[in-house]
């Protein structure tokens, strides 16, 4: 059974800083690629951030551009999002998921699985 649980949401203020965590199970985590998406309240999921199986490679949504920064621990079977400079349009709850594809990886249908999400909330 795969699972994909994240954490390190929570409330901060407009400016700061968080970093989550996505902790896979049951899965040959190195053979997948990994993703982030977000979806607010009222909107639909949006792409974040990605990252090959091996790291080597990322993708990022224009709208977290030197704000951002995915990586992964294959070892720990862990990804991380790095979150800085955050802004109240930032506030959603985020999404890991887990991909046997190498390509379209901006593309929520891409990914096999899928965690709960974790709330992230920005006050300005």
């Known amino acids: 059974q795969v699972q994909l649980v994240e954490s390190g949401g929570g409330l901060v203020q407009a400016g700061g800083s968080l970093r989550l965590s996505c902790a896979a199970s049951?899965?040959?985590?190195?053979?997948?690629?990994m993703g982030w998406f977000r979806q607010a309240p009222g909107k639909e999921r949006e792409f974040v951030q990605a990252?090959?199986?091996?790291?080597?490679?990322?993708y990022y949504a224009d709208s977290v551009k030197g704000r951002f920064t995915i990586s992964r621990d294959n070892a720990k079977n862990t990804v991380f999002l790095q979150m800085n400079s955050l802004k109240p349009e930032d506030t959603a709850v985020y999404y890991c998921?887990?991909?046997?594809?190498?390509?379209?990886?901006?593309?929520?249908?891409?990914?096999?699985?899928w965690g709960q999400g974790t709330q992230v909330t920005v006050s300005s």
């Open positions: 998921a887990a991909a046997r594809s190498r390509y379209r990886l901006e593309y929520s249908a891409t990914y096999n699985y």
């Open positions: 990252i090959s199986w091996s790291g080597g490679s990322t």
């Open positions: 049951g899965l040959t985590f190195r053979s997948y690629a």
